[in-house]
């Protein structure tokens, strides 16, 4: 008689192997691929006509705008990640031609914009829902052949599309947070530390139990062998917690903590961390996930200062010119670019498996320019929100836990390595409709789950 399977995931081992030992591509073609995704939802803004609130009085409205968000927008994306990769510069010289003539057509550059503390809540919240787009489409595309070996995340050095994903939470959360802001809490730091890390301490169970019984694959060399992404976020939550410092002086702290973990990097500690031999207390099963939070800590603080020199300084006092803003993003993406090409070379090249000193300023360089770019396009698209882009933003960690709930399923029901090409296009297409739909199913009916 036959038996039943020992395990609901049988090709683990090669699912396993299929995402391992990987170079990455190059900071050029990860930049190429982030302005993609940065010109198509600059182009959607300048087709949309509607304002959010326009498009949300009826039910009709609200789905065809979204449904020509997700045409203009996330399946492009989907296309570009996959089928389209070998043409990424090409799409990326014809967006940017389709961008100048529509919005030369429609001679928008007269465009009023707002001033002061808040005139750039949209850019940030349109650079928010781009690096949460690419996260979501990533997650699943990754286990199909028809997704780019050099986009998935790298085994030791390099740089790769994927491996921006946990660096650019960290620095997402930066940016938008109280300390960003100068906003003081009324509880004490130990209050504090409980009600930020909680969710995340469950979230962190909950996806090592699931992994666990499921008998799920999991890539120890990305955070070792019980670790995982919502640890780490919940890792750097309690030591921001624990050593709260002002804004204005976050960015040295962070600089602080940065140089002396690289510098413990350079002198051996990398050799350790890259190495596959571990022993069995939970340190040395989890090396990566836990020393690597030294570089996501000093990641995050540097994020703070940056947010707050960039957006929040004395904005009770002093309304910054959105020119003026403008430049210094300009400034300090070149900046972070030159010191990135600089540590890469001469000190450490870039590993986000241990978060050294040329990932992080990498990370930081990388997501400074979209912002830019969504920054200087204000006074083309104006500050129209799209439906989907509201949808997301407005429950931003809601959607990632959907999109990791939709991956799993698929998972464990198709066997992702053998699917063919055209057959991974269209599971990836109803994966992401699915992931729409969901979300826009939960802002419709009023839920929001967002701090600001």
């Not at 990135?340 to 870039?350: A, G, Q, S």
């Not at 729409?436 to 419709?444: E, G, Q, R, T």
Request: aromatic share 12%; net charge positive; hydrophobic share 50%.
């Amino acid at each position: 008689m036959d038996s039943f399977p020992r395990s609901l995931n049988p090709n683990k081992h090669l699912r396993e192997q299929f995402v391992s030992n990987l170079p990455g591509s190059s900071m050029l073609e990860v930049s190429a691929l982030l302005n993609n995704v940065a010109l198509l939802m600059l182009l959607r803004h300048t087709f949309c006509s509607q304002t959010v609130n326009d498009a949300c009085r009826s039910l009709k409205s609200y789905l065809a705008s979204v449904a020509l968000d997700y045409v203009f927008l996330v399946l492009p994306t989907l296309l570009i990640f996959t089928v389209l990769a070998e043409w990424v510069y090409i799409c990326l010289i014809g967006l940017l031609l389709l961008l100048v003539f529509f919005t030369a057509v429609k001679r928008t550059y007269s465009l009023p914009y707002m001033e002061g503390p808040n005139a750039s809540r949209a850019s940030i919240s349109s650079y928010r829902v781009v690096t949460m787009f690419i996260t979501c489409l990533c997650i699943l595309a990754v286990d199909f052949r028809i997704y780019p070996r050099e986009y998935a995340k790298t085994e030791t050095y390099g740089a790769s599309l994927m491996d921006l994903g946990v660096g650019s939470f960290v620095l997402m959360n930066a940016v938008t947070s109280r300390q960003a802001r100068n906003i003081k809490s009324s509880m004490s730091w130990w209050k504090a530390a409980f009600k930020s890390t909680t969710p995340l301490l469950l979230l962190g169970f909950a996806r090592l139990a699931s992994t666990l019984s499921l008998d799920y694959q999991v890539h120890v060399g990305e955070y070792g062998v019980n670790w995982n992404f919502f640890f780490t976020l919940a890792g750097v939550s309690i030591l921001t917690s624990i050593l709260n410092v002002p804004a204005e002086y976050s960015g040295i702290l962070g600089s602080v903590i940065l140089v002396g973990y690289q510098s413990w990097l350079t002198n051996g500690l990398n050799v350790y961390l890259l190495s596959n031999e571990r022993g069995t207390d939970v340190i040395s099963r989890n090396k990566e996930g836990i020393f690597s939070l030294f570089g996501y800590w000093g990641m995050y603080l540097v994020g703070v200062q940056v947010s707050y020199y960039l957006f929040f300084e004395n904005h009770t006092t002093k309304q910054r010119s959105k020119h003026e803003t403008r430049i210094r993003i300009c400034l300090l993406t070149i900046m972070f670019w030159i010191l990135t090409l600089l540590i890469d070379r001469y000190v450490e090249r870039i590993s986000r498996r241990i978060c050294n000193l040329a990932y992080v300023t990498w990370v930081v360089a990388q997501n400074l320019q979209l912002l830019a770019l969504r920054l200087l396009a204000d006074n083309i698209i104006g500050h129209k929100t799209l439906c989907l882009e509201r949808a997301f933003d407005r429950n931003l960690l809601a959607s990632f836990l959907v999109a990791n709930l939709l991956t799993g399923l698929v998972n464990l029901s198709v066997d992702t390595i053998f699917v063919s090409p055209l057959s991974a296009v269209l599971i990836l297409v109803s994966y992401s409709l699915a992931l729409c739909v969901v979300m826009v199913l939960i802002d419709f009916s009023g839920v929001k789950y967002k701090f600001w």
